[in-house]
């Protein structure tokens, strides 16, 4: 799974899939209570009573989020070098999840105050963290088979997806109300532009376009048009690719310079 050609497409569906493997890992625990215990003597005591939890671990692995996971670390790694080239040490402080985790402090002297501290990159913890690259487990008591368990899985990013383009794209948070109907409201408004989105971003996806919804949005919202004496309508935009992908999916001529009134209203009572 490591090894394959990736680029040969004989092995696409291969790149696409997951290798698993099932471990049976029941478990005991303490569920509150205590039961009469009979010993060798004959004396009875009371001790903890305790449960088998029946459950299942399914460890599985992918190629491409191997692949994705280094991608994102190697780019951790050029920023921690570049961090290393300036770096204060006063200021510094490793932190567990950002690009400081790399960057190591050693001393060469027992007292730091000689100024013999020097920080070099921890290519123990890049090492450590790559031997996990592209695995997943999953822990669970589901009697489904194992390729569904996965599935259901691996389509959790989706929904911590939604939350994040709803908070940074929509600005679903902060809210900035306070009357509970005007709470829904603004979530209701968040939650139809991130549907709308969605529905865009599916009918891209069929004519084979990708974009970025930072790119897409930010289209979207320059596409303004100006006045002209009540007689046209001015594009204050460039065309570019995403308008061509959005034109060819709608069919609203949305590449043109100049716009008749009667031609943006009759667009107007088509999209109602």
Sequence with gaps: MKEFDRF???NRKLYTD???KILIADKAFDVGLYEEKVCKNGKVKMVKSKATLKQKIIISFSRKMMEYQRHIRNRQVERAKKLLENIDPESYKKGPHDVTRFIKRVSKAKSSENGTDEFILDKGVIEKEEKYDGFY????NLDDDAKTIIEISQNRYKIEDCFRIMKTNFDARPVYHHKPERII???MIC???LLVYRILEKMLSYKKYHFSIDNVIETM???NVSNIQDICYMSNYTNSQI???LNEITGLELDKQYYLPKE???KIKNLK
């Design 185 to 187: 409201a603004h979530f």
């Design 18 to 20: 997951h290798a698993y």
């Design 191 to 193: 939650y139809t532009a």
């Design 264 to 266: 943006l209203n009759k």
């Design 137 to 140: 487990a999953v822990a669970t």
């Design 8 to 10: 040969d497409e004989k």
């Design 243 to 245: 308008c061509i992908a």
């Design 221 to 223: 919202r320059n596409m």
